[in-house]
């Protein structure tokens, strides 16, 4: 094998580690995103319930293992924030979900283009 095919056997070596590693990364962000979906859906849920609650109920939150009271006002407050940071969340992964896609389709062109190149210099002259 001629020192550039090896020089093209390893380009395609590290372009392939370098893809994989792009794959696991975006396999992480893909997950991020589902648990936050997850997430956001439960605080919709307890949203929904806060608004057939009369302004005098009762409501509790879990503190370690403790429940203490909390005032509605207070409880419908933090549900609000904790869906906007989760939105903001999402927007983020998102951006970060289509970085790597991007990212990911031009390693796999490069690999494609090296794994060509590689055929093509052992395949040699014709």
């Keep these: 094998m001629s020192a550039a095919a090896v020089a093209l056997q390893k380009k395609l070596e590290a372009d392939s580690t370098a893809y994989q590693g792009l794959q696991k990364e975006y396999t992480k962000a893909v997950e991020s995103r589902q648990k936050l979906d997850s997430q956001l859906q439960e605080n919709k849920l307890v949203q929904d319930e806060f608004k057939l609650l009369s302004d005098d109920a009762n409501i509790y939150k ?30 983020r992964i998102e951006k970060q979900l289509k970085d790597f896609q991007e990212k990911i389709e031009k390693k796999r062109v490069e690999l494609v283009q090296t794994q060509a190149a590689l055929q093509q210099h052992v395949a040699g002259p014709k």
């Design 62 to 91: 879990l503190i370690g293992p403790v429940l203490t009271r909390q005032d509605k006002n207070e409880a419908v407050t933090n549900v609000d924030k904790r869906i906007e940071f989760i939105n903001a969340e999402i927007e």
